[in-house]
């Protein structure tokens, strides 16, 4: 892909970035294929000499999730005349966070978020309708397969702690099926409480579960293990602006997903199983073995024609190129 005419510099203030999510699919991705630099902004550094040191053409901003050095960074170039887009992927409501937010929107010439329900969200607190760029795939494809072996049907889930007060419900769910054998590998940063407190009071004997601490690499093997995906959710507020990441990346490894209706995995309803109890999608996958194969191929085909890196990064670089054209 060809540079980007304006110098854009994507900024954080995090110890290590790569570690949330968010910032891997709004920051760090895009910035890698556009050729962008991705910088710190350093604990005790003036706004002013950080400009002067980095000479951007425009910055790019991430949600202020830990302190508001960017923001500071972003007022002094504000006065400077530099062009400033922000991305937003979390609805944050009366928390710290949400103080920022509100300074990071009036800093910025643009607005980027990666659903139309976020955009919807923010509308009233925006001065013009934001930027849709959806949150970009990390994992190369996978092989498309659903074969289950003999023995434990094989199910994965994955996320982050926001998303652990999913599981129970989920868990109860499996408990009570009555298939045969069911292995449930859960991954992510740390053991999930609930999780631990059901399996503590005694799980089905047709039920087994069992824990690996998160990397991109464990979560990449762990799909290539599974059988299927599931992505239970629930239909509270900060849930329905959410990414589509979870469904997207389950899809790109070629594997049948089961996930919670939420109006983001709707979008993506012809290729995945919808059901708000996971035992009921369980049993559609089941019914239709080949059905559900043919149905994960084309939704990776699409997710890939939708969320690649390189498509991704094609309306970053539009954007970039818009808020920097109009501010020359």
């Known amino acids: 892909m060809a540079r980007i005419a304006q110098d854009a510099v994507f900024l954080h203030s995090l110890a290590v970035p790569d570690a949330i999510a968010s910032y891997r699919y709004a920051s760090l991705i895009p910035a890698a294929q556009l050729g962008c630099r991705v910088l710190d902004v350093p604990e005790g550094e003036a706004p002013a000499a950080f400009l002067d040191r980095v000479a951007p053409g425009l910055l790019v901003l991430g949600k202020p999730h830990e302190n508001e050095r960017c923001l500071d960074v972003a007022e002094e170039a504000k006065r400077r005349g530099i062009p400033i887009i922000s991305w937003f992927c979390d609805l944050h409501i009366g928390d710290a966070i949400a103080k920022r937010v509100s300074r990071q929107i009036a800093l910025s010439d643009a607005h980027v978020v990666q659903t139309e329900a976020m955009a919807g969200r923010l509308a009233d607190q925006l001065p013009a309708p934001a930027t849709i760029i959806e ?82 690499a464990m979560q990449f093997q762990a799909m290539a293990r599974s059988d299927i995906i599931i992505v239970p959710s629930d239909d509270g507020e900060t849930k329905l602006v959410k990414g589509h990441n979870r469904v997207t990346e389950a899809l790109n490894a070629g594997r049948v997903t089961i996930a919670h209706p939420l109006p983001q995995y709707l ?15 369980l049993r559609a996958v089941l019914a239709d073995r080949h059905g559900a194969a043919e149905r994960t191929a084309r939704g990776q085909a699409a997710v890939r024609a939708r969320f690649a890196p390189e498509i991704v990064a094609q309306k970053w670089a539009a954007l970039i190129a818009r808020v920097g054209g109009a501010a020359a």
């Not at 795939?137 to 702690?161: D, H, I, Q, S, T």
């Not at 979008?267 to 999608?281: C, I, K, S, Y």
């Open 135 to 216: 949150e970009a795939l990390e994992y190369p494809p996978g092989a498309v397969r659903f074969a289950p072996e003999p023995g434990a049907l094989k199910l994965l889930w994955y996320g982050g702690a926001a998303n652990f007060a999913t599981l129970p419900k989920a868990i109860r769910s499996l408990s009570a099926t009555g298939l045969p054998s069911i292995a449930l590998t859960i991954v992510a940063n740390q053991p999930p409480p609930s999780v631990r407190d059901l399996a503590a009071k005694g799980l089905p004997r047709h039920l087994r579960i069992g824990f690996v601490p998160w990397s991109r």
């Open 267 to 281: 979008e993506l309803a012809p290729h995945l199983f919808l059901a708000r109890d996971m035992d009921e999608g």
